[in-house]
């Protein structure tokens, strides 16, 4: 079983539309949960951190469900600059040392928003 | 700020020849990191540097050695490619105080035939 789950996709909606991605991980130790942004053959970008309580940034919602072990991340009004891959990431296993932390990543849902 | 930069961008390699990966960044992080990213698959650590002169292994250390002998810089060697290495490999840096948000290169694309 991969540490962190995605639905790879892809997700086609159309601009102004609502999309909402799932993630869930392996972990429970997790600590620390993100959601970064990648575009076409490009490197990833952080979009965002993910809270307990929820947070919020412009148009996108991100949501932890540390029972479930889930992670989402709602997009309102799509923009077609939205369209990139978004990859789920949570602290890993791994290395621990001073602040430098493992990441580790979903295989990515890809979203391409139609004009 | 160039951020973090890596040399070449692209590669073609034959099984069993051997090169190194640059990665620069001019962002005075602590910590590096390499990664590669395959279809399907998440990027992956390979070997990380938590500072100047040290290393440790990541995720899929196996068929590759790294050094780092300046702040800045972070080099991936492949010793005696195989097509198995064949992906996208992406360096990485982190700030001493969060290594939560790391900022990534552009990325190399290797083939080994």
């Known amino acids: 079983r991969k540490e962190v789950e995605q639905d790879p996709g892809p997700f086609n909606v159309p601009e102004g539309a609502t999309v909402a991605f799932n993630c869930t991980y392996s972990n429970s130790a997790s600590q620390s949960f993100f959601w970064y942004r990648q575009d076409c053959r490009k490197e990833p970008k952080l979009l965002m951190s993910?809270?307990?309580s929820g947070n919020e940034d412009g148009r996108f919602t991100a949501q932890l469900n540390r029972a479930s072990q889930y992670i989402s991340l709602l997009i309102r009004d799509s923009k077609l600059s939205d369209s990139a891959t978004y990859l789920c990431v949570v602290t890993g296993r791994g290395i621990s040392s001073g602040s430098a932390r493992q990441l580790t990543f979903g295989s990515g849902t890809q979203l391409t928003v139609l004009p | 700020n160039a951020g973090v930069t890596q040399t070449p961008k692209f590669r073609v390699l034959k099984t069993g020849q051997s090169m190194t990966l640059l990665c620069a960044q001019d962002m005075n992080h602590e910590y590096m990191y390499w990664y590669r990213q395959d279809p399907g698959m998440g990027l992956r650590l390979i070997h990380y540097s938590v500072g100047e002169g040290t290393t440790a292994k990541g995720e899929v250390p196996d068929g590759y050695n790294v050094s780092r002998l300046k702040k800045q810089n972070f080099l991936l060697g492949l010793e005696s490619a195989a097509p198995s290495q064949t992906s996208v490999y992406f360096c990485?840096?982190?700030?001493?105080?969060?290594?939560?948000?790391?900022?990534f290169g552009p990325g190399t694309r290797l083939t080994v035939t």
């Open positions: 993910v809270y307990s």
């Open positions: 990485a840096s982190s700030p001493w105080d969060s290594g939560y948000e790391q900022y």
